[in-house]
């Protein structure tokens, strides 16, 4: 079955940096978008980038613009969240997602989450 599988988490000081690692198993992520969503106490949950198909598309929300990296590994089978700069803003459960796409509607149409990882941005 379809299963997603977050690590690379961690607490790290303002400035710092983490690469979280989503390897995929039950299909195989060069046919599909991937995406990164993250869920602060008492916050909703928002999707932070997304790595389209083709990775002819990335997508990043403007808090992480810059500082933040979606990147995939089709032999491998894993999608990374190469995170710098971390600030405590960022704190955060992240979970790896299949969405239906990238942009707009379809980013938050997901068929499979993850787990979850936490990342903690604490001095």
């Known amino acids: 079955q379809v299963q997603l599988v977050e690590s690379g988490g961690g607490l790290v000081q303002p400035g710092d940096s983490l690469r979280l690692s989503c390897a995929a198993s039950g299909f195989t992520i060069d046919g599909y978008a991937i995406a990164w969503f993250r869920q602060a106490p008492g916050k909703e949950r928002e999707a932070v980038s997304c790595?389209?198909?083709?990775?002819?598309?990335?997508f990043h929300i403007s808090s992480v613009k810059g500082r933040f990296t979606i990147s995939r590994d089709n032999a491998k089978n894993t999608v990374y969240l190469q995170m710098n700069s971390l600030k405590p803003e960022d704190t955060a459960v992240y979970y790896c997602?299949?969405?239906?796409?990238?942009?707009?509607?379809?980013?938050?149409?997901?068929?499979?989450w993850g787990q979850g990882t936490q990342v903690t941005v604490s001095s």
């Open positions: 997602a299949l969405p239906l796409g990238c942009s707009g509607s379809y980013l938050y149409t997901v068929n499979y």
């Open positions: 790595i389209s198909r083709l990775e002819s598309e990335t």
